[in-house]
């Protein structure tokens, strides 16, 4: 019983340093973009169609949503850690 109390304190302290460097990375993105956010206007969103502006694109949108897609797994990961805890404990 103690190596299961000592595993699940364990993986719920990594699930929680997990979430601060999500909390993190989250906050450099956010910052990065909005430091940039002018040039972007000016750089991107008032030129023409090109092959660099589709590049650009898709690139930003696709780390938004690998981060946003990285947030989900790690809670699905936490949710089935205290779920697997709770059949072991009955």
């Known amino acids: ?3 299961l109390i000592d595993l699940l304190i364990t993986g719920l302290r990594d699930i929680q340093v ?3 460097a999500q909390l ?3 906050s ?3 910052f990065d973009h909005l430091i940039t956010l002018d040039e972007e206007i000016n750089l991107i969103w008032k030129s023409s169609w090109s092959m660099g502006k589709i590049l650009f ?3 930003s949108q696709s780390l938004v949503c690998a981060h946003r ?3 989900e797994l790690t809670k699905t990961f936490a949710e089935s ?3 697997a805890d ?3 404990i009955q």
Request: net charge positive; glycine share 8%; aromatic share 12%.
């Open 81 to 83: 850690v205290l779920f």
């Open 24 to 26: 993190a990375s989250s």
């Open 86 to 88: 709770r059949c072991y």
């Open 18 to 20: 997990t979430r601060y």
């Open 69 to 71: 897609r990285g947030s």
């Open 28 to 30: 450099i993105i956010v």
């Open 57 to 59: 694109l898709l690139v």
């Open 1 to 3: 019983m103690v190596g």
